[in-house]
């Protein structure tokens, strides 16, 4: 098949470009040029055809549309960034989706689209709730859930072939090692690390979004996307594994928030029976982000305490307890 990925190059795109290229499907990589993009492209630029463009521009999505038999749409703006900038999240998130939509009703038979959701859009709940389902309504609790909630609803109405996937925790090793900015950190210091997330490994998504382009069965869905058994956890659990192999080392109790979070345990029953994609557990993924970084840990360890101190320094809840004590 013909596969146009959105968001080619982004981490979850690359790996849906590298299991769609070792299963002999041919693909257009759409994304937008930045540096960035531009240097992950480049192992690709052989071997699929890239398109560079807007996705808030029709002109640019519907060329891409109208040569392919499936998409994978993964570009979006996530957070921290769509609650800082709202506007562009809306645009890109919700205009984007429409405008490939929109290309889709040109054809007389229109592509299959497989969207990237969120778990987060079942809602913030209280650590210990039972797992989310796929009947769990979409409802927006800040822009970004909101902005995915709406794509439901448009894919929903749309009359078009598609299958929603609601992805839990998706962190790679890559992921681990950069794109750690302030605003992350204060995201990720303001959830109780009591609350119960269920990982799952960037390739095992990349591998559920390519079979379910050829599952039919899978069409018309919501589909939940975890990582099974093997990769539910809490954030305390899930903090401290990562932490511990890069070498950072662990944080006080009071770094932590300790409201409500929307994350949970996913119910994957129906997804693993229909994709099969469940094949990296949680402890297989921190055995090789330790092997990846052993040349770094020790001077890392070596600098732990600085680098806590100053993570720390975006811990509304640690700056909130110095205040207090």
């Known amino acids: 098949m013909r596969v146009l990925v959105t968001g080619a190059f982004g981490r979850l795109g690359q790996e849906g470009l590298v299991r769609l290229l070792s299963e002999g499907h041919s693909v257009i990589a759409f994304d937008v040029p930045n540096r960035r993009n531009k240097r992950s492209a480049r192992p690709f630029e ?15 999505v519907a060329p891409c549309v109208a040569n392919c038999d499936a998409i994978i749409h993964n570009a979006g703006i996530l957070a921290p960034l769509s609650e ?27 592509p299959l689209i497989v969207f990237s959701s969120t778990l987060s859009v079942c809602g913030p709940r209280e650590p210990g709730g039972p797992p989310f389902t796929a009947n769990d309504p979409a409802v927006g609790s800040d822009n970004y859930t909101s902005n995915k909630a709406e794509c439901e609803r448009m894919l929903a109405e749309s009359g078009l072939p598609f299958v929603i996937f609601r992805i839990g925790v998706s962190v790679g090793s890559k992921a681990a090692s950069g794109d750690l900015s302030p605003d992350v950190f204060r995201v990720l210091f303001g959830i109780n690390p ?12 990349a591998r559920a979004q390519v079979r379910a382009v050829d599952t039919p069965e899978a069409r018309g869905k919501i589909l939940m996307i975890g990582g099974g058994e093997g990769c539910r956890l809490t954030f305390r659990e899930f903090y401290e594994n990562m932490f511990d192999a890069a070498g950072v080392g662990r944080f006080p109790p009071e770094a932590y928030g300790t409201g409500e979070y929307y994350t949970e345990w996913v119910d994957t029953a129906e997804s693993q029976a229909l994709l099969g994609y469940q094949h990296i557990r949680f402890d297989e993924f921190i055995t090789a982000l330790r092997h990846q970084s052993r040349f770094t840990r020790p001077a890392t360890r070596l600098l732990s305490p600085l680098i806590r101190r100053w993570m720390l320094r975006y811990s509304d809840a640690w700056q909130a307890h110095r205040a207090g004590s």
């Open 46 to 60: 052989d071997r699929v055809e890239v398109v560079w463009g807007d996705i808030r521009k029709p002109e640019d």
């Open 84 to 110: 800082l900038d709202p506007e562009l999240a809306h645009a890109v998130n919700v205009g984007g989706a429409r405008n490939l939509l929109d290309a889709m009703k040109q054809r007389d038979n229109p």
């Open 194 to 205: 009591d609350a119960r997330c269920e990982w799952v490994h960037p390739e095992d998504v």
